[in-house]
């Protein structure tokens, strides 16, 4: 987004999200049931089972992005759910009880299925949105991973997933097709492939690629993954990109400095700060958030794999090796700061940024800064506090 | 004054004094039989376990307020004050007698908080308990007794013992004679509000967190014949005059809150409170695997928003919880910030409302609150509830 030139396969990217929305809308006349899904989750084990998975996240970040959140939210807020709960939720819920949808409406769904590893949140809202629907759902619950995975939590993961296979089975009334699943699998681990080989493009210096691109290219990773449109939209943005690094043409024009983002980026804020890193020469080149879906699974082994993948993520790991992933990332892509960003609408990804920013300052003599907002809610956001947190932030960045 | 009745004012007072200067009978215990006091935060840790391992269990339930805004360098100010207390408690060396820490993995701010506390003021042993967070499928049944038998052999190790299984079943039955016991005081003041209010069977409840059950028990059972004594003696119609109220939420602080209802003719016939009923509603069983009954109590406890069961819902749980108590309304006391009871709030509110039973929302905030307003809510709900005209002249 902050390059000069827009991106060819943005119109790619148009088209699919549009063709996603269309399914949604028409899944169920089609006789497809509507699974309502979170963005780390085995979403894979739903298309193997012939459903369509619905991202109430995604809708989340679209009506964020659109910055008509916190209008959507208020009809949740007047219901009781209030402006303390996560912003994309206060958006989903909302939706329901709003008369306006100025982001299209939201999709009811047949069944819900959530996982915990990235917060709380989403086993609130879905289990919420179950009783208000009154339908099924299922929580794969994934308890907290502080050092190193144990077999305890990784059989839970497995007998749950066998549990959701039943779950998904009662609802389609047709046996799980594991064939299936391996194809599914297997389509998902190559668009995983090339999008992180896309996104480790912003190592360059100068980089063709950076964070705020990612957050643009993304949806049809978290929405596609697993289908034959993410892989052709990803070897479509891949080879624009490797077009692009031979005209020269980088996400930030005179590239100084690159900086490590954690986590989510203020959805209506994306332009603004990409616009305040771009004008100190600054490309925010990393976050654990776009690398989430880094999934590689082992075909010989699916439930095992899935267990693996999606209980081991950073979202589920503990204060010290979330401090790692971090630095980690920090010098595989030579960041020369980093920012940490208190989402208000997110406690897990929030609590202990205080703390790791002085410890991961302490180890890697990066300047670093934390700031205040909200990924969706503006009502939560200071334009000038923030200018002036980063003001200082860029000083220190030599 | 009766002998009975002095004799119960007696009890109440130290119930209540526990509770004030909670570290005074801890230190007291740990000074005539020496052994390591492990705390752990609301709610559902097996205290049995940690008793079996002949360490002394101490929840942290007794807040001093004022020490909350000690854990804003390490924590937002939006996480919830229960949270933002007993962290900023600990940091102020309000909690130095503990050599143990178990905290129970129920929310987001409590799976996040175990880290931050690990590196700001760690204690010699340091634990989760990472808590099946959905309740209704065999899985979690599995998992959990594994996770319980981490647990335990983690808590061998650091009290340099093992945890015979006559030892685990001695202290299940201590801990059911104290449910037991509790449960019974409740009833009591179900009946009898005028001689044990809703802040006594509170306080006693939350009083059994503090200290030794062993100590505990006895003092409950002492309470419980002083208080049938004086009812054998003293005739009341007081509990009929009362407006009969269910609580639900996470715990009720501040404690003005519970003064209030006593103030303004409310009973309390039940509730799903951390630090009142579901503390106390179930036993575990005294045969088997004592493993395994723990983990059946675990998830046979009534519902909870931590814990996802499409089995049996909160809903209509609820909604049953007030017919069956023969109540005529319900109290939601909440914590502002507590994500888990909010997003149940609003359609627990509508069923209610559905049920034709009225209800209101009292938000608090530990060492913040204003007692006023909150009082002034309670008397206008409890006279639409008809209370007025039958209580209190």
Redesign the interface.
Known sequence: MAASQPFKTAGLLKDLMAKYYEQGNLAREQGMPVVWVTAVSPVELVYAAGLFPYYPENFGALAAARKVADKISMAAET????S???GY?RCGLGDAYAQEHPVGKIVRPDLLFSC?TQ???L???F??A???YQA??F?L?A??I?NTS?T??K??LI??LQ?AINFFEVATKTPFNFDRLAEVLDLANEACRLWNEILDMAAMKPAPFGFFDACFHMAPIVTWRGTKEAVMYYRELKKELEDRLSKKIYAVPDERFKVYWDHIPVWPKLRWFSDLFAEHGALVAVSQYTHSWAYQFDLDRPLESLAENYSEGFSNR???D?IQLKINFMKKYQVDGFALF?N?SC??T???L??KRN?ISERTGLPGVVFEGDMSDLRYFSDEQVRNKFKIFFEQLT | MTEHRIIKEDLCTRFKRIIAEPDLEIKRVQAENPAPVIGHLPTDVPEELIHASGAYPYGLVAYEGVWANRAD????T??CSLARCSFGMSLAGKLDYLSGLIIP?I???T??????W???RPYGFME?Y?L???VD????R??LI??LE?LKSSLELFMGRSIADEELNRSISLYNQSRSLLRKLYRLHEHRPDLITNLDVFNAIKSSMLIPKELHNLMVSDLIRAVEQEARENNSDDAACRVRVVLTGKVWEPPAVIEILDKSGVVCVADDLCTGYRYIANDVAESGDPLEALADRQLKRPPS??F?N?KQ?R?EYLVQKVKESNAAGVIFLHL??C??E??????L?DALFAANIPNI?IETEIGNVSQGQISTRIEAFVEMLGGEETYGS
Not at chain 1, 79 to 82: C, E
Not at chain 2, 73 to 76: K, P, S
């Open positions: 219901q009781g759910f209030f303390d709960l996560c939720a915990n917060c709380g949140s086993q609130k809202w289990e919420t179950a009783r208000m099924p759902y929580l619950d308890p907290l502080e144990t305890l939590i059989n839970y007998e749950q549990e503990g204060f010290e979330r208190s208000r406690k897990p929030a609590f202990g205080y703390d410890i | 360098a390490h924590l937002q939006w996480a993995h929310c987001d701010t799976r996040m908080i175990s880290g931050i690990k590196q700001n989760n990472e099946p967070r959905q499928r065999p899985s979690a599995s998992y594994g996770e981490r928003p931590c996802v499409r819902d809903l502002k910030f994500e888990t909010n997003y149940d709030y609003p359609l509110r929302r």
